[in-house]
Structures are given as structure tokens and as C-alpha cells.
């Protein structure tokens, strides 16, 4: 009898949280599926009509949304590469005492506080070629003037999203390279390993699963990145940086083309799940 | 082990101080009372700072500038002088407090118009308690530039009732009527002679573009003009009236260059002559530019060409129709041929051949960027909507404000000998929720803003009247440094498509245009991309075809297509083919 009147009455606690996700999250979810196999225009009005898997054909031939596609699938690349590798270092960085330490790891930190919104647009102002402290700087020390936005725009939001995210990526490494067993680095001391080998045998093994994660949360995001590249260049010059997630809220809500941009959204998905399913499954094998 | 470890790792945390759990109760209770007792004050002081402020303030202090010619009879040159001074613009005073009985909403642009009609639509419970025996409060929701396309046209798809009134950006009237989201004004206005004779006093082009659609069809009047705005050259009157600038000038392009408002408008200012003046402007740091030694490169002109929203294709537009195309016809939706005929890959030629003398960010200018650059003295001439630039004339924020001018746009002498002056015109209708409860309070509102106190507010407070008989006056005209501009402006005026799919044209346009100013195609191939692109999206909406002939552009009538290929007058449009 305890533990049936435990059962309900945790039944009873879990519901509100249960409904707030049923109607918030699975059923918007399931609705926006059902919406992918429809040809409907919310502003246009009239009654969705039928169109089985029209969508995505329509999507996955056309030549624009590929090319968004590998727009997006470049920009993944570069930012989470550049984010692990600035990331690795500064975490090895900060594993080393030093005076300030503290210090120095709260301010590198601080890019994480910031609204991405606002990043791309103090980025703007700071690639700017006519008032820009960044051309400014590069013209005063190399005498070239750069315009970012317009020759390197690709450049300009991977370099944008890495200064924001490489230290998310430094503290979980840093996270990793604290876990390590003292007495393992002592012994690979005594046992006189070389610096690649102390890597290789004692470093790596640890951080490994918290670098999967970082990577496979920074993949995800990255994917999905929208706000700082939209203030940024608004996806130019031309298309050149124009990602998925600005072409998907483009077709919802500036042609309100509800249909297709459903089908859009779950392929995205889709490639996140299947990305998600390739890290976990790495991390999965180091494990066993 | 795991208690050693767990020591260990609570060492190397980063709180190291300790604290016992009585000195931590302690300082979390004496935090906790401070915050109450500080809230309690806060609260208290709020509230009665708040009883004791005056009522709300009906009066409105606009700074403006006020412009007068200068110069001694005889004198040759004459000398714009433009001075700051503080008004007091009255825009509400009601005698009496009004109890509102009903209110609706008025979802507007976050911007000066829009608070100044907040200001204005004060006055409306007492008006509408004369008019219609109700005290009916307006009340304004002002919505950034930035998601108020997203914020109004969401809010209609779920037919929502409120915002009775909106402001419609001129090229959403096709989406927003052809969707059943605004009301189709046609059946009320015909019995109401009021609002027919109000019809008579706009321009043609404010009519076809603010306030009908197809573009022209006055069967179908779905908004009325609110806030009217045009984009103008704004130039430095110092430079071009420089002598020694005036003689190099005509000793290397054989030409004087314009130095008062008559030379630039009704003259044929020519686009080509726009260019000519920005090269010449365009001077490196170091060199000489009006008897001083600059610090700091200087540029010719500084012209939209940034990718966002409908920046560039307002600028690209208004040369476009100056070379004699437009961008598609209206009646049989074709579009190849059109946009990228050869009179149009010419156009997208000379308006890519103005970025050698533009700032280096000219891939990014737009309204802000434009005003930016000429405030900081660093260019020549700017293209700018006058609803943007009082702040060019403000000495708070520019270095130039009493050196400059704001003249209308030049036009263009076309390879068919015509000359053709078009801009491509901003601004925005007011329009009725066709879900609201109040379709008749909301007209009640449109007749009270054609008053002639709120039109007189309007002007004085720097809104864009739209009333031709007010735009026309001597006193409008001298208002503002940029009235006369607007004025003469106006009826050149034509705009892009405004039908459901403007959108997606838009961003196509937007898109390629871009790409060819920024070096990644040439304009043949961007104007090819962009008409394939149109075409594709034109087809898969089913236009004309597809849409009933009342949605259409009437065949019997002159589209913007037939004029500008004509050069006729842009009033033209509309009109009975003959």
C-alpha cells in the first residue's frame, strides 16, 4: 500500500512537468512533422493541402539549399576545429600555476556572458572598413586594408563564433586535465615518458569523453547558429555566408512557407541526431 | 580513498575560505533583510515620485533646424545657413481629461513618427466622444524595424484582433490583403464623402504605392498614406561652392558643378554627373581638399548598397528606372528579359561603377552608415530617406550639419534620348486589422489625422506629411532642410513589386545584387540569376494565373513597366492604357 500511495502521488508530482513538455515540446514537434507533408502558407491562409513528400524533394533538389548546406557544413568545420585546438591550448594554458591565474581564466571566460546577438553586432562595428578598430589596427601594422565582411566573410563569423566559443570548449578541457590522477602524471614522471607519450598514454585517455562532449555540444550548436552571423552579415556578401538556420527562418517567417520550412527543420535534425549518434557511438567504443 | 579524494578536490575548489553554518545563516539573513528593507524603500520612493510627477506631458520640445537663404542682391553665390533652434510643438493640450471607453491598438515602427502619432492620437478620446459619442483611446505599440514585419504579419496569421491599426511597409499590401488579414476600404469610403474628397488630396504615386492593390487599382484601396518618405543627395554646399574646387572641377570634366538647389532639381541633373563629382571628391589622405590638407581619405559618394532588408534594392531601383527598365511586367508576371535586359545590365553597371568612391564599407551602407560617414565630414555626398535625416543637420551629431544640402535625386538622358528622373520611394500606409471589432472608430481615426491641427502637428514634429495640398506649401516647403526635397520629390516616385511574394523576390534581389557589388559575379550573370530566380518564384505562385483578375495588375492599365519604358510621368501609372 506505502509504496502505491508513493507511486500515485509521484505520478502527481511529475504531471505538471510532463504536460509543460507534452504540449510544449513533443506535440508542437509531432505537429511540425505532420506540417512537412503539407503545401500550407500560414499568412496566405486556406487549408493545408496534401503533399506527401514534396517538400523535401523540392528541398533536396534545389541547388540554393545545398548550397546553404555546404555554407553551413564549412562554417561547422572551421568554427569547431578552430574552437578545439584554441580551446586545447588554453586549457594547457591554465592547467600551469601561475600568478593571475584566476584571474586571466574569468576574463577569457567573459565572451561566454554575452548575448550572441550583441556579439554580432559589436563585431560589426569592430570589422567595419571605414570606422573599424580591426582595419584600423591591421592597416596601421601591415598597411593593408582588410575589409572582412566583404573578403573574408567566412573568416570573419568563424573567427566571431570562436572568440564566443572557444572558452566553453577551454573548460572542459580544463575540467579533463584537472580529472587526471595526480599520482598517474607523477608516474609517468618516474617512468620517464616522453612528452607525445605522457599525451598519448595518460593525458588523452582522460580528457577524451569530456572532449567528445565539448565537441559534440559545439557541433550541435554550431548548426544551429543563427543570431551572431545574422547581425553580422545578414548571411552576405551575395550568399556567402548565408547558414541553414538563416535560410529556415527566412522561408518560415519572411515567405511563410510553414510547409517547407518544417521539412527543412527535420532535415536539419535529422543531420544533428546522426552526428549526435556518431560522436556517442565514438565515445561509446573508447569506453569498451 | 573516496573521503582523501573528496578532501583533496574540496581544497583545490575555489571557494577557500570556510565559513561555519551559523556565520552563513547570519549573512545570508542580514543580505536577505537588507534586500527587503531596500526593495520596501525603493518601492515606496517609486510610488510616490511617481504620485507627485506632473500629468503626462502634452506638449512635445523638438529640436529642429530652420534654413535661410542669405546673400547680398547681385551676389552670385548664395549661401545656405542652417540653424539649430528649440520648438515647442503642441500636440495634444485636451481641456478636458476623457475617461476612454473603448481603446485599440496602433502597431507602428519604433521610431520618431511613430511616437509622434502616440503624441497626436492623445487628442482622439475627446475628438471621437464629438464624432461618434464614445471616448476611444488610441494606444500605440511601437515595434522595432528590425521584427516588426515578423511581429505584425504573426500576429494576423492567428487573427488576432488587435492591432486595429497597423503600419504596413508599402510592399507588404499584397501579402497582408491578399491573406484577408487588412480590410478592403472601397465599400465605406463610397459612402462616405469625406473620405472621397480626403482620396482626392494625395499624389498619384502615394495612391498607387501606399495605399491600392495591384499597385494602381483603385477598386481595391486597402491602407492610406501616414508616413511618406523619399530618398534624396545630400551634399556639401562648402565643396561644391569652393572656388578653386568649381574651377578644377570644370577644367577636368568641361562642366560647372551644381552649387544651388535649381542646378540639381528642376535641372537635368544627370546620374552620370553624380559620378563624375564623386571622383573628383575622391581624394586620398594627404592630399588637398578645399584649400586644407586632409588627414583622413575622403570619398566621393556614399550610396545603399548593403544586403539588408530592401536597402540596396531601393537605390539599385531608382537607377534602374532612370535607364529606362523596371522589374518585371505586372500584367503577365514575365520577368526574362526584363530585369536582365541589356538596359538594365547597363544599370547594374553604373551603379557597381560608383564604388571606387565610396567608403570602404560600402557593401554595408544603408541609412545609418550613409548618415555616419557625412557626419563625420569624410564624404562628399550621401543618398539618404529623409525620414533619416534630421540628424545630418543636428550639430550634436554632425561636424556638417550647417554645410550641407538635401536636393532630389537626379535623373538620367537614356539611349533613346529621353530623360528620365524615377526614385524608388520608401514610407508607409496606415491600414485596418480586417479581424478587428472596430473597422468605423478606426476610419473615425484616419478622418481625424487628415485634420489640418494634426497635419500641422504632424509636419512641425518632422513626421512625412503626405496631404499634397500641405506638401506644396511655402511653409511646409521651408520647414525642414530636406521638405523641398521631399516635396519635389514626390511625384517621381514608383516602387517595386507589392504583391504576396515580395519577399522572396526581394531577398533574390538582394542576394545577387550583392554578390555582383561585391566582385563575386559580373551583372550579366547576377541579372540572368536573379531573373531565373523571379521567374521560378513568380510560376511557382501562380501568378497571374492563378489569382482572381480583381488581385491582379488590370490589363487595361499602365503599369510601371509601360511607364518607365515610355518616360512618362510616374503619375501615369494606373492610367487607361490609350
Given at each position: 500500500?506505502?509504496?502505491?500511495s508513493?507511486?500515485?502521488?509521484?505520478?502527481?508530482?511529475i504531471?505538471?512537468?510532463?504536460?509543460?513538455?507534452?504540449f510544449l515540446?513533443?506535440?508542437?514537434?509531432?505537429?511540425a512533422?505532420?506540417?512537412?507533408?503539407?503545401?500550407?502558407?500560414?499568412?496566405r491562409?486556406?487549408?493545408?493541402?496534401f503533399?506527401?513528400?514534396?517538400?523535401y524533394?523540392?528541398?533536396?533538389?534545389?541547388?540554393?539549399?545545398?548550397?546553404?548546406?555546404v555554407?553551413?557544413?564549412q562554417?561547422?568545420?572551421?568554427?569547431v576545429?578552430?574552437?578545439?585546438?584554441?580551446?586545447?591550448?588554453?586549457?594547457?594554458?591554465?592547467?600551469?600555476e601561475?600568478?593571475?591565474?584566476?584571474l586571466?581564466?574569468?576574463?577569457?571566460?567573459?565572451?561566454?556572458?554575452?548575448?550572441?546577438?550583441?556579439?554580432?553586432?559589436?563585431?560589426?562595428?569592430?570589422?567595419?572598413?571605414?570606422?573599424?578598430?580591426?582595419?584600423?589596427?591591421?592597416?596601421?601594422?601591415?598597411?593593408?586594408k582588410?575589409n572582412?565582411?566583404?573578403d573574408?566573410?567566412?573568416?570573419?563569423?568563424?573567427l566571431?563564433?570562436?572568440w564566443?566559443?572557444t572558452?566553453?570548449?577551454?573548460?572542459?578541457?580544463?575540467?579533463g586535465?584537472?580529472a587526471?590522477p595526480?599520482h598517474?602524471?607523477?608516474?609517468s614522471?618516474?617512468?620517464?615518458?616522453?612528452r607525445?607519450?605522457?599525451f598519448?598514454v595518460?593525458?588523452?585517455?582522460?580528457?577524451?569523453?569530456?572532449v567528445?562532449?565539448?565537441?559534440?555540444?559545439?557541433?550541435?550548436?554550431?548548426?544551429?547558429?543563427?543570431?551572431?552571423?545574422?547581425?553580422l552579415?545578414?548571411?552576405?556578401?551575395?550568399?556567402?555566408?548565408?547558414l541553414?538556420s538563416?535560410?529556415?527562418?527566412?522561408?518560415a517567417?519572411?515567405?511563410?512557407?510553414?510547409?517547407?520550412?518544417?521539412?527543412?527543420?527535420f532535415i536539419?535534425?535529422?543531420?544533428?541526431?546522426?552526428l549526435?549518434?556518431?560522436?556517442?557511438?565514438?565515445?561509446?567504443?573508447?569506453?569498451? | 580513498?573516496g573521503?582523501?579524494?573528496n578532501?583533496n578536490?574540496?581544497?583545490?575548489?575555489?571557494?577557500?575560505?570556510?565559513?561555519?553554518?551559523r556565520?552563513?545563516?547570519?549573512t545570508?539573513?542580514?543580505?536577505?533583510v537588507?534586500?527587503?528593507?531596500?526593495?520596501i524603500?525603493?518601492?515606496?520612493?517609486?510610488?510616490?515620485?511617481?504620485?507627485?510627477?506632473?500629468?503626462?506631458a502634452?506638449?512635445?520640445?523638438?529640436?529642429k533646424t530652420?534654413?535661410?537663404?542669405?546673400g547680398?542682391p547681385?551676389?552670385?553665390?548664395?549661401?545656405t545657413?542652417?540653424?539649430?533652434?528649440?520648438?515647442?510643438?503642441?500636440?495634444g493640450?485636451p481641456?478636458?481629461?476623457?475617461?476612454?471607453?473603448?481603446?485599440?491598438?496602433?502597431?507602428?515602427?519604433?521610431?520618431?513618427?511613430?511616437?509622434?502619432?502616440g503624441?497626436?492620437?492623445?487628442?482622439?478620446?475627446e475628438?471621437?466622444v464629438?464624432?461618434i459619442?464614445?471616448?476611444?483611446?488610441?494606444k500605440?505599440?511601437?515595434i522595432?524595424?528590425?521584427?516588426i514585419h515578423?511581429?505584425i504579419t504573426?500576429t494576423l496569421?492567428?487573427?488576432?484582433?488587435?492591432?486595429?491599426?497597423?503600419?504596413?511597409d508599402?510592399?507588404?499590401?499584397?501579402?497582408?490583403y491578399?491573406g484577408g488579414?487588412?480590410?478592403r476600404?472601397?465599400?465605406?469610403?463610397e459612402k462616405?464623402?469625406e473620405?472621397?474628397?480626403?482620396?482626392?488630396r494625395?499624389d498619384e504615386?502615394?495612391?498607387n504605392?501606399?495605399m491600392?492593390?495591384?499597385?494602381?487599382?483603385?477598386?481595391n484601396?486597402?491602407?492610406f498614406?501616414?508616413?511618406?518618405?523619399?530618398?534624396?543627395?545630400v551634399?556639401?554646399?562648402d565643396?561644391?561652392t569652393h572656388?578653386?574646387?568649381?574651377e578644377?572641377f570644370?577644367a577636368?570634366f568641361?562642366?560647372d558643378?551644381?552649387q544651388?538647389y535649381e542646378?540639381?532639381?528642376?535641372?537635368?541633373?544627370d546620374?552620370?554627373q553624380?559620378?563624375?563629382?564623386?571622383?573628383?571628391f575622391?581624394?586620398k589622405?594627404g592630399?588637398?581638399l578645399a584649400g586644407k590638407r586632409?588627414?583622413?581619405?575622403?570619398?566621393?559618394?556614399?550610396?545603399?548598397?548593403?544586403k539588408?532588408?530592401?536597402?540596396?534594392?531601393c537605390?539599385?531601383?531608382t537607377?534602374?528606372?532612370?535607364w529606362?527598365?523596371?522589374?518585371?511586367?505586372p500584367v503577365t508576371?514575365?520577368v526574362?528579359?526584363?530585369?536582365?535586359s541589356?538596359?538594365?545590365?547597363?544599370?547594374?553597371e553604373?551603379?557597381?561603377s560608383?564604388?571606387p568612391?565610396?567608403?570602404?564599407?560600402?557593401?554595408?551602407?544603408?541609412f545609418?552608415q550613409?548618415?555616419?560617414?557625412?557626419?563625420?565630414?569624410?564624404?562628399?555626398m550621401?543618398?539618404?530617406?529623409?525620414?533619416?535625416?534630421p540628424?545630418?543637420?543636428d550639430p550634436?551629431?554632425?561636424?556638417?550639419?550647417?554645410?550641407?544640402?538635401?536636393?532630389?535625386l537626379?535623373?538620367?538622358l537614356g539611349d533613346?534620348?529621353?530623360?528620365r528622373?524615377y526614385a524608388?520611394?520608401g514610407?508607409?500606409?496606415?491600414?485596418?486589422n480586417?479581424?478587428?471589432?472596430?473597422?468605423?472608430?478606426?476610419?473615425?481615426?484616419?478622418?481625424?489625422?487628415?485634420?489640418?491641427?494634426?497635419?500641422?502637428?504632424?509636419?512641425?514634429?518632422?513626421?512625412?506629411?503626405?496631404?499634397k495640398?500641405?506638401?506644396?506649401t511655402?511653409w511646409?516647403k521651408?520647414?525642414?532642410?530636406?521638405?523641398?526635397?521631399y516635396?519635389?520629390?514626390?511625384?517621381?516616385?514608383?516602387?517595386?513589386?507589392?504583391v504576396?511574394?515580395?519577399?522572396?523576390?526581394l531577398?533574390?534581389?538582394?542576394?545577387e545584387?550583392?554578390?555582383?557589388?561585391?566582385?563575386?559575379?559580373?551583372?550579366?550573370t547576377?541579372?540572368?540569376?536573379?531573373?531565373?530566380?523571379?521567374?521560378?518564384?513568380i510560376?511557382?505562385?501562380?501568378?497571374?494565373?492563378?489569382?482572381?483578375?480583381e488581385?491582379?495588375?488590370p490589363?487595361d492599365r499602365?503599369s510601371?513597366l509601360?511607364?518607365?519604358?515610355?518616360?512618362?510621368?510616374?503619375?501615369e501609372?494606373g492610367?487607361p492604357?490609350r
Amino acid at each position: 500500500m506505502p509504496t502505491r500511495s508513493i507511486n500515485t502521488f509521484s505520478i502527481f508530482l511529475i504531471v505538471p512537468a510532463l504536460s509543460i513538455v507534452f504540449f510544449l515540446v513533443i506535440f508542437p514537434l509531432f505537429w511540425a512533422l505532420g506540417l512537412s507533408f503539407y503545401s500550407y502558407n500560414v499568412l496566405r491562409g486556406g487549408l493545408p493541402v496534401f503533399i506527401g513528400l514534396g517538400n523535401y524533394g523540392k528541398i533536396l533538389g534545389d541547388p540554393y539549399i545545398w548550397e546553404r548546406f555546404v555554407i553551413t557544413a564549412q562554417f561547422v568545420v572551421a568554427s569547431v576545429v578552430l574552437e578545439f585546438l584554441l580551446g586545447f591550448a588554453l586549457a594547457l594554458l591554465f592547467y600551469q600555476e601561475f600568478k593571475g591565474r584566476k584571474l586571466a581564466i574569468t576574463l577569457v571566460t567573459m565572451p561566454l556572458l554575452i548575448a550572441p546577438i550583441a556579439s554580432g553586432i559589436f563585431f560589426k562595428y569592430i570589422y567595419d572598413a571605414t570606422f573599424g578598430i580591426f582595419t584600423y589596427v591591421i592597416q596601421s601594422s601591415i598597411g593593408v586594408k582588410i575589409n572582412m565582411t566583404k573578403d573574408y566573410a567566412m573568416l570573419a563569423i568563424v573567427l566571431l563564433d570562436a572568440w564566443q566559443w572557444t572558452p566553453f570548449m577551454m573548460l572542459f578541457i580544463l575540467a579533463g586535465l584537472e580529472a587526471i590522477p595526480k599520482h598517474l602524471l607523477e608516474s609517468s614522471e618516474i617512468d620517464r615518458l616522453s612528452r607525445f607519450n605522457k599525451f598519448r598514454v595518460v593525458i588523452w585517455p582522460t580528457i577524451r569523453p569530456l572532449v567528445t562532449l565539448a565537441l559534440l555540444f559545439r557541433t550541435m550548436d554550431c548548426f544551429r547558429t543563427f543570431d551572431t552571423v545574422f547581425a553580422l552579415t545578414e548571411g552576405g556578401p551575395g550568399a556567402q555566408t548565408e547558414l541553414i538556420s538563416i535560410h529556415i527562418y527566412r522561408v518560415a517567417f519572411k515567405y511563410f512557407r510553414t510547409g517547407e520550412a518544417c521539412a527543412l527543420a527535420f532535415i536539419v535534425l535529422v543531420i544533428i541526431i546522426l552526428l549526435t549518434n556518431l560522436y556517442l557511438r565514438m565515445v561509446r567504443r573508447e569506453a569498451s | 580513498m573516496g573521503y582523501e579524494k573528496n578532501k583533496n578536490n574540496e581544497e583545490n575548489t575555489f571557494s577557500v575560505k570556510k565559513l561555519s553554518r551559523r556565520e552563513a545563516l547570519s549573512t545570508a539573513g542580514k543580505v536577505a533583510v537588507g534586500v527587503v528593507v531596500a526593495g520596501i524603500i525603493a518601492g515606496a520612493g517609486g510610488y510616490y515620485a511617481g504620485a507627485s510627477a506632473a500629468p503626462p506631458a502634452r506638449e512635445v520640445t523638438v529640436t529642429k533646424t530652420v534654413t535661410e537663404t542669405v546673400g547680398a542682391p547681385g551676389q552670385v553665390v548664395t549661401t545656405t545657413v542652417t540653424s539649430p533652434v528649440t520648438k515647442t510643438v503642441t500636440v495634444g493640450a485636451p481641456p478636458t481629461e476623457v475617461k476612454p471607453e473603448i481603446t485599440i491598438t496602433f502597431a507602428s515602427p519604433e521610431w520618431l513618427p511613430g511616437r509622434l502619432t502616440g503624441l497626436i492620437a492623445e487628442k482622439f478620446p475627446e475628438a471621437s466622444v464629438r464624432k461618434i459619442g464614445k471616448a476611444v483611446q488610441v494606444k500605440m505599440d511601437l515595434i522595432p524595424w528590425g521584427v516588426i514585419h515578423d511581429r505584425i504579419t504573426t500576429t494576423l496569421a492567428a487573427k488576432s484582433k488587435e492591432p486595429t491599426l497597423l503600419i504596413s511597409d508599402s510592399q507588404w499590401l499584397g501579402e497582408l490583403y491578399v491573406g484577408g488579414h487588412i480590410k478592403r476600404l472601397n465599400p465605406i469610403i463610397e459612402k462616405d464623402p469625406e473620405l472621397q474628397q480626403l482620396l482626392n488630396r494625395f499624389d498619384e504615386s502615394l495612391v498607387n504605392y501606399y495605399m491600392t492593390y495591384p499597385q494602381g487599382n483603385r477598386n481595391n484601396i486597402v491602407g492610406f498614406a501616414h508616413e511618406g518618405d523619399i530618398i534624396s543627395l545630400v551634399y556639401r554646399t562648402d565643396l561644391f561652392t569652393h572656388p578653386a574646387e568649381r574651377e578644377n572641377f570644370k577644367a577636368q570634366f568641361g562642366y560647372d558643378l551644381p552649387q544651388k538647389y535649381e542646378d540639381f532639381y528642376p535641372a537635368r541633373f544627370d546620374w552620370t554627373q553624380v559620378r563624375d563629382i564623386a571622383k573628383f571628391f575622391t581624394r586620398k589622405a594627404g592630399d588637398e581638399l578645399a584649400g586644407k590638407r586632409l588627414e583622413e581619405d575622403f570619398y566621393g559618394i556614399a550610396v545603399h548598397m548593403s544586403k539588408e532588408y530592401d536597402a540596396l534594392a531601393c537605390l539599385f531601383g531608382t537607377i534602374l528606372y532612370c535607364w529606362g527598365e523596371y522589374w518585371w511586367d505586372p500584367v503577365t508576371g514575365q520577368v526574362e528579359g526584363i530585369v536582365n535586359s541589356e538596359r538594365a545590365v547597363k544599370a547594374l553597371e553604373f551603379y557597381k561603377s560608383l564604388i571606387p568612391y565610396s567608403p570602404p564599407n560600402y557593401l554595408e551602407i544603408w541609412f545609418d552608415q550613409a548618415n555616419a560617414v557625412m557626419q563625420a565630414g569624410r564624404v562628399a555626398m550621401i543618398t539618404n530617406w529623409v525620414g533619416f535625416q534630421p540628424s545630418l543637420f543636428d550639430p550634436a551629431a554632425s561636424k556638417v550639419y550647417d554645410r550641407i544640402a538635401s536636393v532630389p535625386l537626379p535623373g538620367h538622358l537614356g539611349d533613346d534620348g529621353k530623360f528620365r528622373r524615377y526614385a524608388n520611394i520608401g514610407g508607409q500606409p496606415m491600414c485596418i486589422n480586417a479581424y478587428s471589432d472596430y473597422p468605423e472608430i478606426a476610419l473615425e481615426f484616419i478622418k481625424f489625422w487628415f485634420e489640418p491641427e494634426q497635419q500641422r502637428t504632424w509636419a512641425e514634429g518632422g513626421g512625412g506629411v503626405c496631404i499634397k495640398d500641405i506638401i506644396n506649401t511655402d511653409w511646409f516647403k521651408k520647414l525642414t532642410p530636406y521638405n523641398r526635397a521631399y516635396a519635389d520629390s514626390i511625384p517621381f516616385q514608383l516602387d517595386f513589386w507589392n504583391v504576396p511574394t515580395y519577399a522572396e523576390l526581394l531577398m533574390a534581389l538582394q542576394e545577387e545584387v550583392h554578390a555582383c557589388l561585391a566582385g563575386l559575379q559580373d551583372p550579366k550573370t547576377a541579372l540572368d540569376r536573379l531573373a531565373k530566380r523571379h521567374k521560378d518564384i513568380i510560376e511557382a505562385d501562380g501568378y497571374p494565373d492563378r489569382y482572381p483578375p480583381e488581385l491582379r495588375f488590370p490589363p487595361d492599365r499602365k503599369s510601371p513597366l509601360d511607364v518607365v519604358r515610355a518616360g512618362e510621368p510616374a503619375s501615369e501609372v494606373g492610367k487607361p492604357k490609350r
